[in-house]
């Protein structure tokens, strides 16, 4: 069976989860179907991938135009295929029409959804329409919708009623338990100035409101004084919001609060020793599917306070693996906390407690570790999707 993925981000061009799961979903599905990788970019040097970028005259356009006039060029490549398997509103539309111009079964994965996501028209401005659109289109037509959580497959029908609730299955994120795996060095860590010493405080996000790192950082000026707070926050949606969050981390560090920012390269084994080393892991995301980064940081066997919200409580038990801190959101419909002050200190409040409770922490993390082993494998996640082309084949 020859099935053509389409997808925005495709290693080693990743900025967030849906890419990290495209790179690991690939490498294990091409073992069981002969596999055909579509995604943005000017040239590939692996083989089975191909790219596809903005003609000329689209260049300055909005970024969702840009996006869909890449979509038309992937529709156009996936001729002969047996199944297309798309990945997030920035490739679904062509999934959507490779079945419409192909006459094949079109298998659509939501990461996310745009209509929970208000705030991204501060982003695409009117282009935030037409991914709505997009997205909109491709799932009312798919043949079948993988939700990466449970939470996210509720969204869904809810969201868009004209989707058949039968055609929705649920097939978790993996995460690959050799490579994020404890690791008590920290040579990479002392290069960035974190200390052994002192009790670390990790988060790993990008920066967008829907990630909540504003709120982590409202919650900073609770926490421990004598923990240190290191932030991995490379990608920015928008370099106006990158230029607001250093300008509240300096802040941060004005009032005394030990804060490290890594905006820059961070390698691999870096992230691990990090994660190993925190005593505590951060979530604060105001919106999120099913969220990856936990999976690593408990694969690491570090403790995880996250808000409960999306697909989260399927992967962090409360009590059992982490700590989970409630979301009462605003009636304005954009997810934010209804009292910020409030959110925070719930955060920090959970923070805290691992913070003077190393032995807990370490409970929870070792569990949480147990957990990521024995349910979340990606050989596991391929095997499942296979079956879902099976289906729609």
């Not at 003077?356 to 979340?376: H, I, K, N, Y």
Request: with cysteine.
């Amino acid at each position: 069976m020859r099935v053509d993925l389409l997808t925005r981000e495709y290693p080693p061009f990743v900025y967030g989860g849906a890419g990290v799961h495209v790179g690991q979903l690939t490498q294990h599905l091409r073992n069981l179907v002969d596999l055909r990788v579509h995604c943005y970019g000017e040239s590939h040097t692996e083989a089975g991938v191909v790219t596809h970028q903005v003609t000329e005259s689209l260049v300055d356009a909005n970024s969702a135009l840009k996006a869909m006039a890449v979509n038309l060029s992937m529709s156009d490549a996936v001729r002969g295929t047996s199944v297309v398997h798309s990945h997030t509103w920035y490739a679904n539309f062509a999934g959507h029409l490779a079945k419409v111009l192909h006459d094949v079964p079109h298998v659509a994965t939501a990461h996310s959804l745009e209509p929970m996501r208000p705030w991204k028209a501060e982003q695409l401005s009117g282009g935030y329409r037409l991914s709505s659109f997009m997205e909109e289109t491709a799932f009312v037509g798919a043949d079948r919708i993988i939700a990466v959580s449970q939470a996210m497959a509720d969204d869904i029908v809810q969201t868009y009623p004209r989707v058949d609730p039968g055609r929705v299955s649920v097939v978790h994120n993996g995460i690959d338990a050799d490579e994020f795996a404890p690791d008590h060095e920290t040579t990479y860590l002392e290069e960035f100035g974190i200390s052994p010493d002192r009790p670390v405080i990790a988060c790993v996000a990008r920066i967008t409101r829907q990630k909540g790192l504003g709120h982590l950082l409202r919650a900073a000026e609770h926490f421990t004084r004598d923990a240190q707070l290191v932030i991995v926050a490379q990608a920015s949606d928008t370099p106006e919001q990158r230029r607001r969050f250093g300008l509240e981390v300096a802040r941060l560090r004005g009032s005394g609060r030990q804060v490290t920012w890594i905006g820059g390269d961070f390698p691999r084994q870096a992230l691990r020793q990090l994660m190993t080393l925190a005593r505590v892991f951060v979530c604060p995301s105001i919106y999120e599917p099913m969220g990856i980064v936990n999976l690593e940081a408990m694969a690491c066997g570090t403790a995880v306070v996250a808000t409960a919200t999306g697909g989260i409580p399927e992967v962090v038990v409360q009590g059992e693996t982490g700590l989970l801190v409630p979301l009462e959101a605003g009636s304005d419909g954009n997810g934010e906390p209804e009292v910020p002050e409030v959110f925070a200190k719930e955060i920090a409040a959970r923070v805290n407690h691992l913070i003077d409770d190393p032995a807990t922490a370490r409970r929870l993390g070792s569990a949480g570790r147990e957990r990521v082993v024995a349910r979340f494998s990606w050989p596991s996640v391929a095997e499942q999707v296979r079956r879902v082309y099976e289906a729609v084949a």
